[in-house]
């Protein structure tokens, strides 16, 4: 028996390669096939079976084209309804991996046909479970992502607390699990970024596996929950009804543009994304264009921030024009009219001119402030709300386009957000909307608190407050 956890740090997805006696099965694969493909032909295996825990929302399975090109069969769990051809199993139902069992542990909750897969090994013990987004190293799904006018994220919540408890709960603590997303996942609040753990290693310390009332995990786990990226029922829609070849959009999408066809399609609505990385982004950009590197969550900002249906010119590092093509079809953004072949090179050389963003050491935030200077920190609430520099200003970045008229045009603000990734975002956001009177603070809120001369604003954070309505329930 041969496990393989392929991790996707853009997405903090995890997807499994299981085999055994020359057959393998694949659980929750990403968009592109090669890796799949190559690990099997690497170790002599044939693909059997891509097994699906639940229709994603957050990114775009590869479970249709690697199927194609392997003649393996898709598993889905019980209600499932894709349309296309796929084996919907039924609850207990076991599938043969060369000498291994996979058995059907229908866990509904975060979605109605979510599904944990339980692998017992050669021997017939069990060995580990792969819970998609039912169970995640210290956190549960979010029971949101499914409601209908029939079904509310209560009644989901509800359905979750007895998957758990009926279905996963009862196992040995020794039995290994393999969760579907880590930490940076929004397909739940607060997900650890280890890869694996226990049943045992859950029960102990996983909060909402504490010992609880059903009220009381409705409550717990339904508390705090954010707004879902606008791009999730989307990708939930694509993952069901199917999509095209990923060969033949990478085909499309892969068009190098010179500056005048680039400035054609941009006057016809596209909209410019930058994919560098924040440092080489603010030393110069093309006016309008939205900052979002390759080195950061990549994906899951771009579908936070444009409708997925929106037409997208690149600007990319080079060598980075494919990787960024990819990452965007990943999660379902495939309308990309071309890259500025050259990069911000060709438009300089054009004779045109770049926009800059200037940036300041989070170590010298003190004393522009005492010159006047006002703090945005586009953290997430809970962030803000866990310690702040006294005085600043909080619009979470996924909220700023919509909350401009509260931005001052005649104040001067500093932008940060945790590492520089996000306020870089936001100060190209704020650019394109002519709010051009910002600096940039390299290093964010980390490199703010290791100089220590600001004034902070210090509240209990998210995991306290929690913990005590816990204590409070006990």
Known sequence: MYIEQLYTGCLAEAAYYIESNGEAAIIDPIRETKPYLELAEKRGAKIKYVLETHFHADFVS??????????????????????????????????????????????????????????????????????????????????????????????????????????????????????????????????????????????????????????????????????????????????????????????????????????????????????????????????????????????????????????????TEEGKEQESVLRLARVGFENVAGYMEGGVGSWSQSGEVLETVNSVKGEIVSEYQAEGMSVMDVRRNPEFDTEHVEGALNIPLKDLEQNLDKVNNDQQYLIHCLGGYRSMIAASILKRNGIDNIVNVWGGWNSIKKDGNAKLVTGPCPTQIRDAKLAAMA
């Open 62 to 315: 590869g479970h249709l084209d690697l199927a194609k090109k392997t003649g393996a069969t898709i598993i889905f769990g019980p209600n499932a309804n894709p349309m296309y051809d796929a084996h919907i199993t039924e609850d207990g139902e076991v599938l043969y991996v060369g000498d291994i069992k996979i058995k059907i542990l229908h866990t509904p909750g975060h979605t109605t046909e979510s599904t944990t897969y339980l692998l017992q090994d050669e021997e017939g013990k069990d060995h580990a479970i792969f819970t998609g987004d039912t169970l995640f190293i210290g956190d549960v799904g979010r029971p949101d992502l499914a409601v209908k006018s029939d079904l509310t994220e209560e009644d989901l919540a509800g359905h979750l607390y007895d998957s758990l408890h009926t279905k996963l709960l009862p196992l040995a603590d020794e039995v290994i699990v393999f969760p579907g997303h880590g930490a940076g996942s929004q397909c739940g609040k607060n997900l650890s970024d280890e890869r694996q753990s226990t049943v045992g290693q859950q029960r102990k310390f996983n909060y909402a596996l504490q010992p609880m009332t059903k009220e009381q995990f409705v409550d717990v786990v339904t508390d705090g929950l954010t707004t879902p990226p606008a791009y999730f029922p989307e990708n939930v829609r694509i993952n069901k009804s199917g999509y095209e070849n990923i060969d033949e959009v990478m085909d499309r999408n892969l068009t190098a543009l010179s500056v005048d066809d680039f400035k054609s399609i941009v006057a016809d609505g596209a909209i410019i994304l930058d994919t560098r990385i924040p440092d080489h982004f603010e030393k110069g950009f093309i006016k309008d264009s939205y900052s979002i590197g390759l080195d950061g969550t990549f994906a899951v900002w771009v579908g936070t921030l444009f409708d997925i249906n929106q037409k997208l010119v690149l600007v």
